[in-house]
């Protein structure tokens, strides 16, 4: 789809060494992206809040630009004041490409990716609202890197109220249709124990518990004393590493404090040929 963002890359993915489809143990070195010989396609995905913006910015794209990304899940992203601009400068300044959702698409999920990714349907849904409560909804595209088979990929920021939010995370499953490989990432405003997350974790993967990499917890950077922020995978995606990038060459731990209220999540995933 047509995007605002410039058409820089924010990494290259050309033919690799096979990587086993197992996790990465602890801080070892994260592979970077690329394709493998059966059209397999390892890459990194960052799911991060960025709260409107309203931190340093500056800090911010450091953060994403070191992370490598070659899709990033978006939540918080502008919603009220020239959100399509600010959409548009994020894109830009992290070398990526907006993809779908944003401020009154999403009501703030939004998905960024590199050039390299190709978008074949958007499937973007505004969520009932609660009268009181924030409008909230799902940035969805369903995508195609290289190779691989087609996947639907969701960033997402659920309810604080409870009951709004188990309802929504029901919703979540449904933005793929039966078969088709998925990937939901986002801020869920809830602990892993919780009535909703155990919902999605029955059938989903839960990145961080598959195969756990850097750090755990997600809130708050200063003292972070809580995990509510998550990648999950269906089956037919294999989770090779997801964390919190602490250690990561180039991420610096003064831009993890300054860029928002969260800290980010990296994983890795291979994506299954087509």
């Known amino acids: 789809m047509p995007s605002t963002g410039d058409r820089r890359e924010a990494g290259g993915a050309g033919t690799r060494t096979p990587l086993p489809p197992q996790p990465i143990v602890g801080g070892a070195r ?8 059966d059209g397999a396609q390892v890459v990194r995905l960052l799911s991060y809040n960025v709260r409107s913006l309203r931190d340093d910015r500056e800090a911010l794209v450091r953060v994403v630009r070191a992370c490598r990304p070659d899709l990033v899940c978006v939540q ?7 959100p399509e601009g600010q959409a548009a400068w994020l894109a830009r300044s992290t070398g990526t490409v907006i993809l779908s959702g944003g401020g009154r698409i999403a009501a703030g999920p939004l998905l960024l990716g590199r050039l390299a990714v190709d978008v074949l349907e958007v499937r973007d849904r505004l969520l009932p609202k609660t009268r ?19 996947f639907v990929l969701t960033s997402c920021h659920l309810s604080l109220d409870p009951d709004e939010r188990l309802k929504q995370f029901a919703l979540l499953p449904a933005q793929a249709e039966e078969g088709e490989p998925a990937v939901i990432a986002g801020d869920f405003n809830e602990h892993p124990d919780g009535p909703g997350w155990q919902r999605l974790a ?9 195969a756990p990499w850097g750090g755990t917890n997600t809130s708050v ?7 509510i922020d998550a990648v999950f995978a269906s089956p037919g995606v294999t989770v090779l590493a997801c964390g919190v990038p602490h ?3 180039d991420v610096d731990p003064a831009d993890l404090l300054a860029a928002t209220d969260h800290l980010p999540l990296l994983a890795v995933l291979r994506l299954p040929p087509g």
């Not at 994260?30 to 010989?37: H, I, N, V, Y």
């Not at 029955?202 to 598959?210: N, R």
């Open 30 to 37: 994260l592979p970077e992206s690329g394709t493998e010989p």
């Open 76 to 82: 918080e992203s502008p919603r009220y004041w020239r």
């Open 132 to 150: 009181g409560l924030h409008a909230r909804g799902f940035a969805t595209a369903k995508l195609r890197i290289g190779r691989s088979a087609p």
């Open 202 to 210: 029955a059938t989903y993967q839960d990145g961080h518990v598959v």
């Open 221 to 227: 950077p200063a003292n972070p004393y809580q995990r």
């Open 247 to 249: 250690g990561l060459p």
